[in-house]
């Protein structure tokens, strides 16, 4: 007589830094045996495993046909359970017992970075488990797995297990199920500590332009945190063309160097509004040492807008799906030029 262990994936849960798997199982009983027992009289109240190891391994999978390729190398966590008790019972005359096992997997550092990535590169995650027991025979006890079945006069019976097996190849997670773990562990307070420099506390008397840059910016970090990266780099965007323009061909910006690239497309320069607010708080050597900073600005500007049109397209098409490094630092920029204006517009 021998026992075989069924596992199914139920769901997950999170514990301070750890996911938690939940798998079913249940015991799949010889019932010649069993109908032996019930017969003479004799209860099993549960069985008592020993000992049970479990490996744990990350895999990447498609979205469409659900293909599975193991992520990097080598497994991603290995835990042990001793004594586990699966309770029996035979309500309704059937006879059956089964348990809901929580597997841990420590979320460290090395693990949540492989998740984003799986992420950034449009796929999906997936643990795969397997169980296995001790290798040494039954006569070395208690080493050995073997369930143990109290009876009702208390005479313990060793049963070897021939398997213990998932249903489920995979536990294949959404992204939004990757996000919403990362988000439970508090995992986004490194980005909150990378990116949120602190925002104008109030937005009185700055021209429009920057007041809705600011408020632009407050929806990017609330994606940022959510660690939703495409919408924080979009919105980022959005904060920069809350405060530039594309000069058209024949307005008082077309004059030699600016004329000449409005006419071949044009790039952005900072709304006009910003600039007088700026502008007219200095005078002298420091307005045109002022007005050599703000062009500088816009080149910088141009060249961040460059960089993130290269993950979101203009019309918010995601062409290549940002990393949290490429979101914090494209944010991080954006908000120093944003407060840089803000505080020149305030003449500080």
Not at 160 to 174: E, F, N, V
Request: proline share 4%.
């Amino acid at each position: 007589m021998s026992v075989q262990i069924e596992g199914r994936y139920d769901k997950y849960d999170v514990w301070d830094n750890a996911l938690i798997l939940k798998i079913n199982l249940e015991l799949k009983i010889d019932e010649q045996w069993l109908g032996k027992k019930i017969k003479a009289g004799q209860v099993i109240p549960f069985f008592a495993i020993p000992r049970i190891i479990y490996d744990v391994q990350l895999y990447k999978c498609a979205i469409i046909d659900e293909k599975c390729d193991q992520f990097g190398q080598g497994g991603v966590y290995r835990g042990e359970i001793n004594w586990l008790v699966i309770p029996c019972n035979a309500l309704g005359g059937k006879f059956s017992c089964t348990r809901t096992l929580e597997l841990p997997i420590t979320l460290d550092k090395e693990l949540v970075e492989k998740l984003n990535k799986i992420i950034e590169e449009g796929g999906r995650s997936a643990f795969q488990v397997s169980f296995r027991g001790d290798p040494y025979s039954y006569y070395v006890m208690p080493h050995v797995i073997v369930p143990v079945i109290f009876t009702g006069e208390g005479v313990l019976e060793y049963l070897p297990i021939t398997s213990i097996t998932l249903r489920d190849k995979y536990i294949i997670l959404s992204s939004d199920d990757v996000k919403e773990i990362l988000k439970r562990v508090k995992y986004f307070e490194r980005v909150k500590v990378e990116v949120e420099v602190k925002l104008p506390e109030t937005t009185e008397g700055l021209p429009k332009p920057l007041v809705d840059a600011v408020n632009t910016l407050r929806n990017a970090q609330e994606y940022l945190r959510n660690l939703d990266l495409a919408r924080a780099i979009e919105a980022c965007r959005n904060a920069l063309h809350d405060i530039t323009y594309v000069p058209k061909e024949g307005s008082q910006d077309d004059s030699k160097e600016g004329g000449q690239k409005a006419k071949q497309g044009g790039e952005r320069v900072i709304n006009a509004e910003v600039k007088e607010a700026i502008l007219n708080r200095y005078e002298g050597d420091a307005r045109e040492v002022y007005e050599r900073v703000l062009q500088d600005i816009e080149k910088i500007i141009r060249k961040t807008l460059d960089i993130m049109n290269s993950f979101i397209h203009e019309l918010g098409k995601v062409q290549f799906n940002p990393g949290i490094n490429d979101a914090t630092y494209l944010c991080r920029q954006v908000i120093e030029i944003i407060n840089y204006l803000v505080e020149l517009s305030r003449g500080r």
